[in-house]
C-alpha cells in the first residue's frame, strides 16, 4: 500500500501571485482576477486554453466564486478545502486531474479574503454540535508543542525562546527581500523575544500574520511544457495525509512530532526518489504558523534529526545562506495565512527560486523545493508535502 | 427510621476579601473574607460537586429521587435538577425537583427526601446551593458567600437519624426580588427580626423538641441558619445553650450561603460528632423548618474524602474587579472574537453520557480507556468492541499545556491542559481554579463539571480540569 505518484508528469508553466497583506480595497473577486490573469500572462495563454480549474478557499462554498469574476464559459470549476492546506489541496487535484488525460491544461488557484472579517486571527466556525468541542485558539493550539519539546531534549524555558525567536527573525529577515510580503521589515531578536504573550510561550512575534491575498499555477502535461515556456518546473511528489487524530486521544503521543508529516514526508521522498533530505533538498517553503511549529517540522520532514532541529536553527543551517534555506521568501511569518492562497503562495517561491528569478533571495542553483502545507493542530490535523525540480529525472 | 447516609459539600475555591470590596468602594469593611463561585460556576454546576461527593459515600441501594433547592436556578423554566442528575449518572428512573422561591428551599429538600424515602424509595438525594448577588455597597455582597451541599437520604447505613422535624410557614415582608430582577431588596431588620424570625425560631425549636423528646440540655450541637445572626444569640439566650454548643456560621471564612447554609454547617460539624449526639438543625426564612438529628455508631467509621474544613482551607484569592466582571456586573469590552455559538438540543441529547457524566469508553479488544467516546479504537482499530467507561472520577497528570491569552474569557487567561489520565486515556481541555504561573507539565489534576459559557439563554455545561483539591 503506497502512493505511486505522478513524478515528471506534469509541469507547472506559469504561476501569478498577489501581494499579500491588508487588501483594503480588493475584493476577494479583485485578488482572483489578479493572480489568475498574472498566471496566464506569465504562461503566454489565453483564458480559454484552460481547460478546468481548481479553486482553494474557505470561506466559500462553490466553484462559482471563481468562474464568476474570471467569466469562465460553462468549465468545470471544483472549490476544494482541506484546513490550512487548502492551497495545496487545489494544487494536488489540478496536477491528477492532468496527469489523468483528462484535461491538457488546468489552473489551481487558492484565495482568502480574511481582512474583512473584524476578527483577531483565525476563526472557523464549528457545525451545531454539543458544545463539548472546545475552542482553543490557532496559537493556543500550536504552542502545546514548546513546552513538551523543551523539557524532552532539555531547553531551559529561554534558551527555548531564543529557538523559536530566531526561527521568527529568519523568516522575517527573508520576507524583508520580498516586495509581496506582508512585512518586509527586519526585527531585531529582542523585539521578537520580549513580544506581548498571546499563548504563552508564544509572543506575537510567534505567530504569523492575518492577510488577504491570491496565487494561482498553470499546470500542463510535462511533454507539453516547452509549448508554454523554457524553464517549467516539474512535479516530482504530491503526497497528502490526513491523521486519525491519535494524539488527542492517546497519551502515546508527546507533543514533538506531527505524526501526519512524518508519513507524507515518507511518501513525498519516495515519489520522488528522494533519500536524505538533508543533503538533497535546496530549499524549501514550510508552514511556519507559529515559531514551534517550524521547529519541530524541520525533524519531521528529516532536515534534522530528532533533538537537534534547535542546533541547527542557531546555527543558522536554515538561514537564506545557510545549507538549506526554509521559507527563503518569509514564510507565514511574512506573508500572513489568507488560507487558500497559502499553499500555492509557497509554489510560487519554487517557481522563482528554480527559475532563477528571486532577486535577491536568489538562491545558488537549487534543483529541488520542497513545500508543506500543515492544516490542523498537533495531535490531529493533515498535511501536503511536495517535492518540485527543475529538471526532469 | 431515615436518615442521613452520606453527604457532600463544596466550597468553590475562590475567595474575596471583604476588606478588598472596602477598599474599591469606600464603604466600611467588615471581617474575613467570602467564597465566590468561579466565573465558569453556578448553583447547579456546584451542586453536582456536593452530590457527586455524596454518591461516593452511599451505599445500600438505587437512588430514587433529587431534589434540588435553590434561590438562583440556572434556568427559570428547564429542571435544573436533571443537569445535576446527568453530570452525577443518576438512573433516569427517578423522580426530580427543584425547590426554589426561599433559601428555606434547603431543608425542604432534606425533608423531601426523607419523605421519599419514608414512602419507599430506597435512596432519596437533597442537593442545595446558592450563588446570590448582592448589589454593590450593600451588606449582602460582603455577608453572602457561594456554596453547595448535598445529603444522601435513606433507611440502612444511616449516620444521622431524623428523630423529628417541624415547619412552619408564614406570609411576611423582609427579602424579596421580583422575576429578571439580579439583586434582593430586603424590607427594615428590627421587623423580621423582633416579629418574625425571633418568634418563629422559638416555636419551631419548641415544636421539634418535643416532638423528638429532647431537652434542650440534651443537645450536643444547634445549628441556626437565619438572615439576620442576632437572631442566634437571642435564641442561644432563651435556650440557655452554651456557646460551644452554637455551630460556626461560617461567616468570617465562607459568607452567608443562602439555600445550602444549614447543611452546610451541619456537614462542617459531622466528622466530629459522636454517636449518640443529638444535633438540633433549624433555618429561617418565610417560616421555619427545623430537624433533630441523632448521630449512630456508624458515623464513628464513615470517613468523607473531602471535608467542609478541607474545603475552606483550599482556596485562592479573586480581586473585586475580577469578581464584578465574573458576575457580569461591570460590563467589558467584548472581544474581537465572535460569540460562542449555543450548544445544539439533539447533539447534546446524544451525548448526554459524554458532555454531562464524562463517560467514554473502553475498548474490549485491547483494554484501552479512551474519550470522547469512540467506535472504532485508536489502538488496536477494533470496530464496535466498546463499552461505557467513566472519566469522572478519575485523576490525571498534565502532559503539556498552554496560556492561551487571545480566547475570550472571564479570567483570561484560558489554561488549556493535555491530561493523561491514570489507567490509561487523553484529554485536551481547559483548567479551572489554578494559578495560570504555576501550572508545570506533570501536575495533578481532577476532573469537574463546569458551565463554559452561555449563549441564546443555553447554559453549555461540560468538564474541565482543576489541580486536586
Keep these: ?73 460553462y468549465k468545470p470549476v471544483t472549490r476544494v478545502e482541506n484546513f490550512c492546506a487548502t492551497g495545496s489541496e487545489a494544487l494536488r487535484q489540478a496536477c491528477y486531474a492532468v496527469a489523468s488525460g483528462a484535461y491538457d491544461m488546468v489552473m489551481a488557484i487558492g484565495v482568502e479574503k480574511l481582512k474583512d472579517s473584524g476578527y ?208 527563503p521568501d518569509g514564510g507565514l511569518k511574512s506573508f500572513g495565512h489568507p488560507i487558500g492562497a497559502s499553499g500555492l503562495r509557497m509554489m510560487y517561491e519554487m517557481w522563482l527560486q528554480l527559475r532563477g528569478e528571486a532577486g535577491p533571495r536568489q538562491i545558488n542553483e537549487p534543483k529541488l523545493g520542497l513545500t508543506h502545507n500543515l492544516g490542523g493542530a498537533p495531535g490531529r490535523c493533515v498535511s501536503f508535502v511536495s517535492v518540485v525540480g527543475r529538471n526532469l529525472g | ?107 425542604a429538600a432534606l425533608m423531601q427526601a426523607a419523605d421519599a424515602v419514608g414512602s419507599g424509595t430506597s435512596l432519596a438525594v437533597a442537593a442545595m446551593a446558592d450563588c446570590r448577588l448582592g448589589a454593590p455597597e450593600g451588606k449582602a455582597e460582603q455577608a453572602n458567600g457561594d456554596a453547595a451541599v448535598a445529603f444522601v437520604v435513606g433507611s440502612d447505613n444511616v449516620i444521622a437519624e431524623i428523630e423529628a422535624s417541624a415547619s412552619f410557614t408564614r406570609e411576611f415582608l423582609d427579602s424579596w426580588r421580583a422575576p429578571g430582577e439580579r439583586f434582593p431588596h430586603s424590607w427594615e431588620e428590627r421587623f423580621a427580626l423582633t416579629q418574625a424570625y425571633s418568634p418563629l425560631l422559638g416555636r419551631a425549636i419548641q415544636t421539634v423538641l418535643e416532638r423528638a423528646k429532647v431537652a434542650p440540655s440534651d443537645l450536643a450541637k444547634v445549628v441556626i441558619d437565619t438572615p439576620n445572626p442576632r437572631a442566634i444569640d437571642e435564641v442561644a439566650r432563651r435556650m440557655k445553650l452554651e456557646p460551644a454548643k452554637i455551630a460556626d456560621s461560617l461567616a468570617l ?105 464524562f463517560v467514554g469508553t473502553r475498548c474490549k479488544a485491547c483494554g484501552t480507556p479512551q474519550l470522547p467516546p469512540q467506535r472504532v479504537c485508536v489502538k488496536c482499530k477494533a470496530f464496535d468492541q466498546m463499552e461505557p467507561y467513566s472519566f469522572a472520577d478519575r485523576t490525571g497528570r498534565v502532559a503539556t499545556f498552554t496560556l492561551d491569552r487571545l480566547a475570550y474569557s472571564l479570567n483570561p487567561p484560558t489554561v488549556n491542559v493535555v491530561i493523561d489520565f491514570d489507567g490509561g486515556g487523553r484529554f485536551l481541555c481547559e483548567m479551572t481554579d489554578c494559578e495560570p504561573d504555576k501550572v508545570a507539565i506533570g501536575d495533578q489534576v481532577e476532573m469537574t463539571f463546569r458551565r463554559l459559557f452561555t449563549a441564546d439563554g443555553v447554559h453549555n455545561y461540560f468538564w474541565k480540569a482543576r489541580p486536586k483539591r
Design chain 1, 1 to 73: 500500500m503506497a502512493s505511486k505518484g505522478i513524478k515528471d508528469r506534469v509541469a507547472i508553466v506559469g504561476m501569478g501571485c498577489t501581494s499579500f497583506g491588508e487588501h483594503w480595497n480588493k475584493s476577494a473577486d479583485d485578488l482572483l482576477v489578479e493572480a489568475a490573469y498574472e498566471a496566464y500572462k506569465s504562461a503566454g495563454v489565453d483564458p480559454n486554453d484552460v481547460d478546468a480549474y481548481w479553486l482553494g478557499t474557505v470561506g466559500n462554498l462553490s466553484g462559482l466564486t471563481l468562474s464568476g469574476p474570471l467569466k469562465i464559459p
Design chain 1, 120 to 327: 483577531s486571527g483565525l476563526v472557523i466556525s464549528d457545525p451545531p454540535n454539543d458544545g463539548t468541542l472546545g475552542s482553543m485558539t490557532a496559537p493556543a493550539s500550536f504552542s502545546l508543542l514548546a513546552p513538551a519539546y523543551f523539557k524532552k531534549y532539555g531547553l531551559d524555558s529561554d534558551k527555548g525562546k531564543d529557538v523559536l525567536s530566531r526561527i521568527a527573525w529568519k523568516n522575517h529577515r527573508n520576507g524583508a527581500k520580498n516586495t509581496k510580503a506582508q512585512f518586509q521589515k527586519e526585527v531585531p531578536l529582542e523585539v521578537i523575544k520580549n513580544s506581548p504573550k498571546v499563548a504563552d510561550p508564544l509572543g506575537i512575534m510567534d505567530c504569523s500574520g492575518v492577510s488577504d491575498g491570491s496565487a494561482a499555477a498553470i499546470v500542463v502535461r510535462a511533454e507539453d511544457a516547452h509549448k508554454y515556456c523554457k524553464n517549467p518546473i516539474y512535479i516530482k511528489a504530491l503526497s497528502f495525509v490526513a491523521g486519525p487524530g491519535e494524539g488527542h486521544l492517546s497519551p502515546d503521543y508527546d507533543f514533538t512530532t506531527f505524526p501526519e508529516v512524518v508519513a507524507s514526508a515518507k511518501d513525498a521522498y519516495a515519489q520522488a526518489g528522494v533519500t536524505d533530505p538533508r543533503e538533497q533538498i535546496s530549499m524549501a517553503e514550510v508552514h511556519d504558523c507559529f515559531t514551534p511549529t517550524e521547529l519541530v517540522l524541520y525533524e519531521d520532514l528529516g532536515f534534522s534529526k530528532r533533538g537537534t532541529a534547535w542546533q541547527d536553527v542557531l546555527e543558522g543551517f536554515f538561514d537564506l545562506e545557510g545549507k538549506l534555506p526554509v521559507n
Design chain 2, 1 to 107: 427510621m431515615a436518615g442521613i447516609v452520606s453527604y457532600g459539600s463544596y466550597v468553590p475555591y475562590r475567595r474575596l476579601k471583604r476588606a478588598a470590596i472596602a477598599q474599591v468602594l469606600g464603604v466600611p469593611a467588615t471581617k474575613g473574607e467570602r467564597s465566590v463561585a468561579s466565573f465558569d460556576e453556578d448553583s447547579a454546576s456546584m451542586a453536582v460537586e456536593a452530590v457527586r461527593e455524596a454518591l461516593r459515600n452511599a451505599h445500600g441501594g438505587a437512588v430514587g429521587a433529587l431534589f434540588f433547592g435553590t434561590t438562583t436556578p440556572p434556568y427559570a423554566e428547564k429542571l435544573n435538577a436533571a443537569i445535576i442528575a446527568a453530570a452525577a449518572s443518576l438512573p433516569s428512573e427517578i423522580r426530580a425537583a427543584d425547590l426554589t422561591g426561599s433559601v428555606r428551599a434547603g431543608l
Design chain 2, 253 to 357: 471564612t465562607v459568607g452567608q450561603t443562602g439555600t445550602p447554609h444549614a447543611g452546610l454547617m451541619l456537614a462542617n460539624l459531622l466528622p466530629a460528632a459522636k454517636p449518640g449526639d443529638r444535633i438540633l438543625v433549624v433555618s429561617v426564612a418565610d417560616g421555619a423548618d427545623a430537624m433533630v438529628l441523632r448521630v449512630t455508631p456508624a458515623a464513628a467509621s464513615y470517613k468523607p474524602a473531602r471535608s467542609v474544613g478541607g474545603m475552606i482551607e483550599s482556596k485562592g484569592d479573586v480581586s473585586y474587579g475580577n469578581y464584578l466582571k465574573w458576575r457580569e456586573i461591570l460590563p467589558t469590552e467584548p472581544p474581537r472574537r465572535p460569540d460562542p455559538e449555543r450548544p445544539a438540543g439533539p447533539p447534546m441529547f446524544r451525548a448526554e453520557r459524554w458532555k454531562f457524566g
